[in-house]
């Protein structure tokens, strides 16, 4: 199981949203990467097909406590933003 951040800001709905990619269940090309978004009650489950370049992976520890805030109704854009700076090259 990998876990992604979606980076790219023109499509500022889905900008910072957490997705699972299982490479059993999910498609990868060479361009593009299916994933699946667990976290929000209304897209559970559902499959996203992004560009890899609009997504970053990130651990498992950082996906969980992304998981974790959006549970608790946390500051979500908060550890958002930390995660991101975590990552920024």
Known sequence: MKYFIN???SVEEEYGK???Y?????R???DELE?????DEQDQG????FPKSFLLEVSAEDYERYAEA?????NVE????????????
């Open 70 to 74: 959006k549970k608790s109704n946390g």
């Open 22 to 26: 299982d490479p059993d269940q999910n």
């Open 46 to 49: 559902k499959p996203y097909i």
């Open 7 to 9: 980076v790219n800001k």
């Open 18 to 20: 957490m997705f699972v």
């Open 28 to 30: 990868e090309n060479e």
């Open 35 to 39: 994933v699946v978004n667990n976290l």
């Open 78 to 89: 908060s550890v958002t933003k930390s995660i991101l700076e975590r990552y920024k090259k």
